[in-house]
């Protein structure tokens, strides 16, 4: 039997189809008479990032701080105008984004997570590794990609 879903969790990122996944998740937390949570995880920056001109990691930090909360920001405001109860996160972590991702949706005890992917392939997939992948594989919910366009 299946489970109700009462709380879905939204990881959100810079991509330019972030608005489309919050008008999916919309969709699908109307529904299910859902709540959802927006999430943003940001890695702090290396040290490395000191060596470039003009650039402190205390400046990338807030610069990426301040990212993360507008995209977030944006989403709740779409929740809101499509009727749908909406918080959000932003999360400061060192580990990889997909372990935030599974452990907030683990101790958040969320019903389904619905994420972006851009479907990569190949060499890419290799290269960039896929938050998706390993968020779908781990997560101790169900999980619903939805294709970003390129």
Same mark, same amino acid.
């Given at each position: =039997? *299946?489970?109700?879903?009462? $709380? ?6 810079? @991509?330019?189809?972030?608005? &489309? ?5 919309? =969709? ?19 040290? %490395? ?8 990691? !205390?400046?990338?930090?807030? +610069? #990426?701080?301040?990212?993360? !909360?507008? +995209?977030?920001?944006?989403? +709740?405001?779409?929740?809101? +105008? ?20 599974? *452990?907030?949706? $683990?101790? &958040? ?5 619905? =994420?972006?992917?851009?479907? $990569?392939?190949?060499? @890419?997939?290799?290269? %960039? &590794? @896929?938050?998706? #992948?390993?968020?779908? $594989? ?13």
């Amino acid at each position: =039997m *299946t489970e109700p879903i009462h $709380r879905i969790l939204v990881p959100l990122d810079h @991509s330019a189809g972030s608005d &489309g996944i919050v008008e999916y998740a919309c =969709m699908v937390a109307r529904g299910m008479g859902a709540t959802l949570t927006f999430m943003h995880v940001y890695e702090p920056p290396n040290e %490395m990032v000191a060596i470039a001109p003009g650039a402190t990691v !205390a400046g990338e930090l807030a +610069v #990426e701080r301040s990212a993360g !909360a507008a +995209v977030l920001d944006r989403a +709740v405001e779409i929740a809101h +105008v499509n009727g749908i109860a909406a918080a959000n996160r932003i999360l400061e972590r060192a580990s990889p984004a997909h372990d935030a991702i599974v *452990t907030e949706a $683990r101790h &958040g005890k969320f019903d389904l997570v619905v =994420m972006g992917t851009h479907a $990569r392939t190949g060499v @890419s997939r290799l290269v %960039m &590794g @896929s938050v998706a #992948e390993q968020v779908l $594989r781990h997560a101790p919910c169900p999980v619903l990609l939805v294709q970003l366009t390129q």
